[in-house]
């Protein structure tokens, strides 16, 4: 078990009941339509892992998969599962509907649930944004090189491209932009173009959509025009004969990502036009197609007196309503940039005309990359379960994104993939997880992340009940552990610059004054903590006045979001009694307790679990506990400069000096 097989490496069911009620099912597989092939492909190497039968081939009773244009059903990709006598039955206005249902019944053997009910997607594009180069390097990327292969590229198709597709369509994620939104024009190149057809072919069959981020620049690059001026009619023309060149290799191709004039990539304010301009103007090439336009919010022009905060709800509330109808607004989870805890980006309750995308990270740019055990689906579920009070009532980000609040045309939910070129996918076993839950969540963000890691868990490491409850109660620790080491309290961008690996906090010249630490924490002899309240950048003002009220005020904002809203002083008392800056050492060490805590616990499913698994995670643990340390030290000592205090009494001081543990991230910087 080295870990590729993923969710899907169907190991035997021992429990009886499971058995007794699925191996009379499953004798037979029933099916017509020639479109359900991969759907019995996957039956047929499932069963018998999974039952230790053979299924054979038509009868009347079985396992009915059927096309069926004609049932009533609230989304055209869900599927309806029925179980009558020995049959059941998965039926689904489409091919991949059934495949999706398939994907649900084996995921329902071996959580040892029965299979029944209606069953549809909450949103309609659920997407995979790779950030992958050319190149074959990936940005932000910390399991191996790029899974495509370009120079194999269109000939040979790796195996692992119909691997990748199968572990998506589980999840019913149904679309993957394959290339970095800073992207090389060269992906638009006929050259290219047929390379990507080649993966489209692979993935159609699981209803996968490719997309590609497209330089804004390319009509000037690849085309040679003198600019990209998005409304000079022959630019127009050359995007228009680019869509029609892509639709005639790739049929139903997705469409364009588009990260515009932000952090230096070109865009249509290089020609003082607007992103209303730029984007219209995609989407009327690729409109006739079909094709969607997902035009990225992740914007700050550089303003150093300014609060990158509100950088992109300035630059994008005047465009509500604006936008063509094929448009999608693509933005982060967070106002800055995928920090372990963010409040949600007020764009989420301003847009009220435009159909909003949520952009989650799955790579863990700024959650310890490949050595620190994050589960990630707690900090979506914060996110997504975030009553807004959009027209003053309970409102949930989720709600939201499906459209119910404003009535969206269209609704996406997607995630920076962590997926690489590593035999295991994602560099840390237990990243796994993260893809898996992006997906599950995408399908349905009211899923819980406590349900999806059980699901998980069933399918990979242990169906033993106490071992999966175990590891369970692990990884819903994992993401509150990470943040009490790295930024407790709502400490924000403190991480090492550029590279954005362990602590920095002393960080106060970069080449933008927003990527420096001090930017953000504004420590001083006072207090820490950037005042976006009204008697600091306002930024809270961007909020429905119902959700910012209760962050405006020191007395009632939630203590885990203090810092990003306020500058705290020192000796301020918080709710257990504690000053401020003692609970805030408190937690670094508290966060380095917790890791020790992962470890033991960790050791206690050993034999339990899948051995190099475990070996694996283990080693990565002893790896997070020296960082989490070395967080530790690096943000005690440093912040310990400004407040002037001891530590609180029964802790133990740093066993090294600030200047030692500056010397430390230098190592880093050549990861
Ligand atoms: C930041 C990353 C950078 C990305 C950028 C983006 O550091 O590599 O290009 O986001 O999302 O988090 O465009």
């Known amino acids: ?239 228009k004969e680019k869509a029609d060149e892509i639709y005639s290799l790739i049929p139903d191709f997705g469409g364009f990502l588009v990260k515009a004039n932000s952090e230096g990539e070109p865009g249509p304010m290089d020609y003082g036009r607007t992103h ?95 050595t620190h055990w994050v589960y990630l689906a707690s900090m979506f579920e914060e996110c997504l379960k975030t009553d807004t009070r959009v027209k003053n009532r309970k409102t949930t980000l989720s709600e939201i994104l499906q459209g119910k609040t404003f009535g969206y045309r269209h609704t996406a939910i997607t995630g920076v993939a962590n997926t690489g070129s590593d035999r295991n996918w994602t560099g840390h076993p237990m990243g796994q997880a993260n893809w898996y839950a992006l997906g599950r969540l995408a399908w349905d963000p009211d899923l819980g992340a406590k349900e999806i890691a059980q699901e998980w868990i069933s399918q990979t490491l242990s169906r033993d009940s106490k071992t999966g409850s175990d590891i369970q109660s692990m990884m819903l620790s994992t993401r509150e552990i990470y943040v009490n080491y790295t930024s407790p309290f709502g400490l924000h961008h403190v991480m090492g610059e550029g590279h954005h690996f362990g602590p920095e906090p002393w960080v106060e010249k970069a080449p933008r004054p927003d990527w420096t630490a001090l930017y953000y924490h504004k420590a001083d002899e006072k207090g820490i903590g950037f005042d976006r309240t009204n008697t600091g950048s306002n930024a809270l003002a961007q909020y429905p006045k119902e959700f910012s009220a209760p962050f405006s005020s020191l007395e009632t904002c939630p203590e885990e979001f203090l810092l990003w809203f306020h500058h705290v002083p020192w000796d301020r008392k918080l709710k257990n009694g504690d000053i401020f800056w003692e609970a805030f050492v408190k937690k670094f060490y508290q966060g380095v307790k917790e890791v020790e805590g992962l470890q033991r616990d960790w050791e206690k499913v050993k034999g339990k679990v899948p051995q190099e698994t475990f070996e694996n995670v283990s080693a990565r643990l002893k790896t997070q506990h020296k960082e989490a340390i070395w967080w530790r030290d690096a943000c005690v000592l440093y912040f310990q400069t400004f407040s002037k205090k001891a530590l609180p009494a029964g802790l133990k001081a740093p066993e090294r000096t600030l200047e030692e543990v500056k010397k430390i991230v230098d190592v880093y910087h050549i990861r």
């Open 276 to 370: 209303v301009d730029g984007a219209n103007m995609l989407a009327k090439a690729l409109k006739p197609h079909g094709g969607m336009v997902f035009w990225r919010a992740f914007v700050y022009a550089p303003d150093p007196k300014g609060d990158r905060f509100k950088a992109a709800y300035e630059e994008f509330k005047p465009y509500d309503g604006q936008f063509d109808d094929n448009v999608i607004i693509q933005v982060k989870n967070g106002p800055i940039d995928f920090m372990p805890r963010e409040p949600i980006s007020p764009l989420f309750t301003a847009m009220e005309k435009t159909p909003l995308a949520m952009e989650f990270q799955v790579t863990q740019e700024y959650l310890g990359w490949a």
């Open 1 to 239: 078990e080295d870990g590729y097989k993923l969710w899907m490496s169907y190991s035997k069911i021992e429990d009886p009941k499971t058995l007794n009620f699925y191996k009379p099912r499953l004798q037979a597989i029933v099916w017509e339509d020639k479109d359900l092939e991969v759907a019995v492909e996957e039956v047929k190497l499932a069963i018998p892992k999974l039952l230790g039968i053979t299924p054979k081939k038509g009868g009347k009773n079985g396992l009915i998969l059927k096309v069926n244009p004609h049932i009533n059903i609230t989304n055209p990709e869900g599927y309806k599962v029925s179980v009558s006598g020995q049959s059941i039955t998965i039926e689904a206005p489409r091919s991949v509907g059934v495949l999706y249902g398939v994907f649900h019944l084996l995921r329902c053997i071996q959580t040892g649930q029965e299979p029944a009910g209606e069953f549809s997607p909450k949103i309609q594009h659920r997407m995979l944004n790779h950030w992958d180069n050319n190149n074959g390097t990936i940005e932000r990327g910390y399991a191996g090189m790029s899974l495509w292969k370009w120079y194999e590229l269109p000939e040979r198709l790796d195996p692992r491209y119909k691997d990748y597709a199968r572990a998506n369509a589980s999840l019913g994620i149904n679309a993957t932009v394959i290339n970095n939104v800073n992207a090389s024009a060269r992906f638009l190149s006929s050259e290219y173009l047929v390379k990507v057809k080649a993966l489209a072919d692979v993935f159609r069959p699981y209803g996968i959509k490719v997309y590609l981020s497209v330089n804004f620049a390319s009509p000037r690059i690849l085309g040679k025009l003198p600019d990209a001026d998005p409304l000079k009619p022959e630019v127009q023309k050359w995007w």
